[in-house]
């Protein structure tokens, strides 16, 4: 088995040129693990720029993107825009974009399959709430979450990254216990042994997400089935470097 570490990081919509330029030369400053691969999330608005001083070992995402090539889609971007600017992967299904812009389940299965149609990758986010945690209803949800992106990956396994992201620990400071993020990933791996593939479960790759930082990133990279991070605070933070580092 040979999953290769990944950490993302999301901006969100935060960052000027100047903070990003700071940002982006302590990345460049390192040392990042060269083993692991490293994918930052920036605002459309600047994934032209992000790209032009960002290093060729750290790829660009874009935090949305809409679901056709272009039209009378007024303040959306494309995946083909995205592409055409330098980004390489999209961040879809955050749940930032689930609750705040009331993005349901089919809607972003659409923009995943157009995303990954047209050459992005995608990091696909899952994740449930506080309530349905605590009504038990985690596996649920994120099999429910899953399942509703299927068709929309088809066989394009090999271009998506899962991101397991608890709604109730994102940006809260109150991270899941290394034990509740590898329950929950280990169950996504056995949910898709059994209803794609054992060899999609086996090598896709599952990020944790909700309030990572230096300081609880290396017990949570030590479980087997967690395969990086998707890093919304600390990555704006000069400790994103030991967060990539975190697998070392
Ligand atoms: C995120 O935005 O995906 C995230 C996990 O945020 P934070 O790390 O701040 O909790």
Redesign the pocket.
């Known amino acids: 088995m040979s999953r290769r570490f990944i950490v993302g990081g999301?901006w969100?919509m935060n960052g000027d040129k100047d903070k990003i330029t700071e940002i982006v030369s302590n990345l460049m400053r390192g040392p990042l693990d060269p083993n692991a691969e490293v994918v930052i999330g920036v605002p459309s608005i600047y994934l032209a720029y992000v790209k032009s001083i960002m290093p060729d070992n750290i790829s660009v995402a874009a935090q949305n993107c809409w679901k056709v090539p272009n039209g009378a889609f007024t303040g959306e971007v494309s995946p083909a825009m995205i592409l055409d600017v330098g980004g390489e992967w999209v961040i879809l299904g955050?749940s930032e974009r689930r609750t705040i812009f009331n993005e349901k389940d089919d809607l972003i299965a659409e923009k995943v399959a157009h995303a990954l149609d047209t050459g992005l990758n995608v990091i696909a986010c899952i994740g449930e709430s506080l309530e349905e945690r605590e009504s038990g209803k985690t596996e649920e949800v994120v099999f429910r979450q899953i399942k509703a992106l299927l068709p929309a990956i088809a066989d394009n396994w090999e271009n998506v990254v899962l991101a397991y992201?608890p709604v109730w620990?994102?940006?809260?400071g109150k991270t899941a216990t290394p034990q509740q993020a590898q329950d929950v990933h280990a169950s996504l791996r056995h949910w898709l042994a059994l209803n794609v593939s054992p060899d999609v479960a086996q090598n896709v790759r599952i990020q944790y997400?909700?309030?990572?930082t230096a300081a609880n990133a290396k017990e949570l990279a030590a479980c087997s089935d967690i395969d990086g991070f998707?890093?919304?605070?600390?990555s704006l933070k000069p400790e994103f470097i030991d967060i990539v580092n975190a697998s070392q």
Not at 169 to 172: H, K, L, N, S, V
């Open positions: 999301n969100k955050h992201e620990a994102i940006g809260t997400g909700g309030s990572v998707l890093v919304g605070g600390a």
